[in-house]
């Protein structure tokens, strides 16, 4: 059985929510809301059509992916993550399937490029590399400031501070907020 015959891909739906959270709380270190990638999210609605569940055949969740925008200077980029698997789904391939899907979305809707925070060994596979003069709001070690084009010449001369969506009123190429609980 294919990656995609055994889990179902789909948006992530408002109903969604808690239980994604509860996944990350799963899968990532107390305090992972502290991380600085965690302020640029604050106050800022995720990119809805990126931002995926996986279910099992019993509609059990398996894995996610939320991926938000965000501005290095005054240009548009998505930030990747987090991307999650159960611990009991790990190692079948699922991680790469939500990066790959989530990131072919992005291509769909124009977004030009992508970064992350993250090992580089692991994400070079999805063509994810080291960023040169894109700096994350610390403490954010250089090394693991990824980033991938989504288009050609995506990050050409794309240089600066990585910093919250908004502050310099640009517009988001083709997207809508993916929907929160109320």
Same mark, same amino acid.
């Given at each position: 059985?294919?990656?995609?015959?055994?889990?179902?891909?789909?948006?992530?739906?408002?109903?969604?929510?808690?239980?994604?959270?509860?996944?990350?709380?799963?899968?990532?270190?107390?305090?992972?809301?502290?991380?600085?990638?965690?302020?640029?999210?604050?106050?800022?609605?995720? %990119? =809805?059509?990126?931002?995926?569940?996986? /279910?099992? &055949?019993?509609?059990? !969740?398996? @894995?996610?992916?939320?991926?938000? $925008?965000?501005?290095?200077?005054?240009?548009?980029?998505?930030?990747?993550?987090?991307?999650?698997?159960?611990?009991?789904?790990?190692?079948?391939?699922?991680?790469?399937?939500?990066?790959?899907?989530?990131?072919?979305?992005?291509?769909?809707?124009?977004?030009?490029?992508?970064?992350? %925070? =993250?090992?580089?060994?692991?994400?070079? /596979?999805? &063509?994810?590399?080291? !960023?040169? @003069?894109?700096?994350?709001?610390? $403490?954010?070690?250089?090394?693991?400031?990824?980033?991938?084009?989504?288009?050609?010449?995506?990050?050409?001369?794309?240089?600066?501070?990585?910093?919250?969506?908004?502050?310099?009123?640009?517009?988001?190429?083709?997207?809508?907020?993916?929907?929160?609980?109320?």
């Amino acid at each position: 059985m294919g990656q995609g015959d055994a889990y179902r891909l789909a948006e992530e739906a408002p109903a969604d929510w808690w239980e994604v959270e509860a996944l990350y709380d799963t899968c990532f270190a107390p305090g992972r809301t502290a991380l600085s990638s965690y302020r640029l999210r604050d106050g800022v609605a995720p %990119v =809805g059509p990126l931002c995926l569940t996986a /279910r099992d &055949g019993e509609g059990v !969740l398996a @894995g996610a992916i939320r991926v938000w $925008p965000a501005q290095v200077g005054s240009r548009p980029v998505l930030l990747v993550g987090p991307v999650a698997v159960h611990p009991t789904r790990q190692g079948e391939g699922l991680g790469a399937l939500l990066i790959f899907r989530s990131m072919q979305a992005a291509r769909r809707l124009f977004w030009p490029r992508a970064m992350l %925070v =993250g090992d580089y060994p692991y994400y070079r /596979r999805f &063509g994810f590399r080291r !960023l040169e @003069g894109v700096e994350m709001p610390p $403490p954010t070690n250089p090394e693991r400031v990824l980033g991938i084009e989504l288009a050609p010449g995506g990050w050409v001369g794309v240089t600066g501070a990585v910093t919250k969506w908004g502050s310099a009123g640009i517009a988001v190429p083709a997207a809508r907020p993916a929907p929160r609980p109320d």
